[in-house]
């Protein structure tokens, strides 16, 4: 058991998906926790220890491994079937509703949840958000690499890591035993030599070549006008050095999203809830607080930050 959550299989339509949840209490509210890609559910845990050194009740947790990702290995379904599965998997725990709250990839998953559910949603915390950039990258590979060469090279690795196949393992080890995928996972912190190593030694576990592809590639598709249907106060949190972030993704999103509003953190990457864990506790407080029936104040009722 790490941080008061235990490790359970929940079977979906897709397969099983393993999450890990606790920190009950007498509400029926869950507060659902969705990694990115090259992830798994370890990688809240930060954020959680924050929340107890802050008396932040983050409760009724279920963080959950995304199909294809951690330990739910065994498909990589298409997005509406993985935010089918994530519903499906706090349903099957007993919570009617829930907030929904993701990191990059995991961002994308909270929203088409939110869009597909919107009764049963509450609140929509995004950390890093995949932005429209990225997806406008995955379809113009040649263009994306220009305003997002990060993303390009990621892909490209990818690509590579997938075509050696089960050498892939071994290599990812290597380089993670001589510190040299730490050196390779630098773009993706403000201040890499501050981050555990732990962190980014979980990536030679975490990275799933065949996955991460599969994401790419729906992401050429992907309807973000669906998220016109989201009825939940959404609230995001970005650092201004992330590297897959695209100068017009909060833009869009704010056309595409109702009640959206998203707070810049300026000594972060593309990890803001493991590089700035208490200012992202701070920046979502109103998706930890919330609750059925109960909205977000309008922007003048609300408090300076």
Do not use: C, K, N
């Amino acid at each position: 058991m790490e941080r008061g959550l235990h490790r359970l299989v929940v079977p979906t339509a897709v397969g099983p998906v393993v999450v890990h949840a606790g920190r009950r209490t007498e509400g029926a509210v869950a507060t659902v926790l969705l990694h990115g890609a090259a992830g798994s559910w370890t990688t809240w845990t930060p954020l959680l220890t924050a929340a107890d050194r802050l008396g932040i009740p983050v409760d009724d947790v279920i963080a959950i491994d995304l199909p294809g990702w951690g330990e739910s290995r065994d498909v990589v379904p298409s997005p509406p079937d993985v935010a089918d599965a994530v519903a499906a998997a706090t349903r099957a725990l007993g919570y009617p509703r829930w907030r929904i709250v993701g990191h990059s990839l995991g961002a994308v998953v909270a929203l088409d949840v939110a869009a597909r559910f919107p009764t049963q949603t509450v609140a929509v915390g995004l950390v890093s958000p995949t932005g429209a950039a990225v997806r406008a990258a995955a379809r113009r590979p040649l263009a994306g690499a220009a305003r997002l060469p990060a993303f390009a090279g990621m892909v490209a690795a990818m690509a590579i890591l997938r075509g050696l196949g089960p050498l892939s393992r071994p290599l990812l080890r290597g380089l993670r035993r001589t510190g040299l995928l730490r050196v390779l996972s630098r773009p993706l912190f403000r201040h890499p030599d501050r981050v555990d190593r732990s962190v980014s030694d979980a990536l030679a576990d975490e990275i799933r070549p065949a996955a991460f592809l599969a994401a790419a590639r729906a992401a050429r598709t992907h309807d973000d006008d669906a998220w016109r249907r989201i009825t939940a106060p959404v609230r995001a949190v970005r650092g201004r050095h992330d590297v897959f972030a695209g100068r017009h993704d909060s833009r869009e999103a704010r056309r595409r999203i109702p009640d959206y509003r998203e707070r810049v953190l300026d000594d972060s990457g593309h990890f803001a809830h493991v590089e700035q864990a208490y200012e992202t506790l701070r920046a979502l407080r109103e998706v930890w607080a919330a609750q059925p029936g109960r909205r977000a104040a309008p922007e003048r009722d609300r408090q300076p930050t």
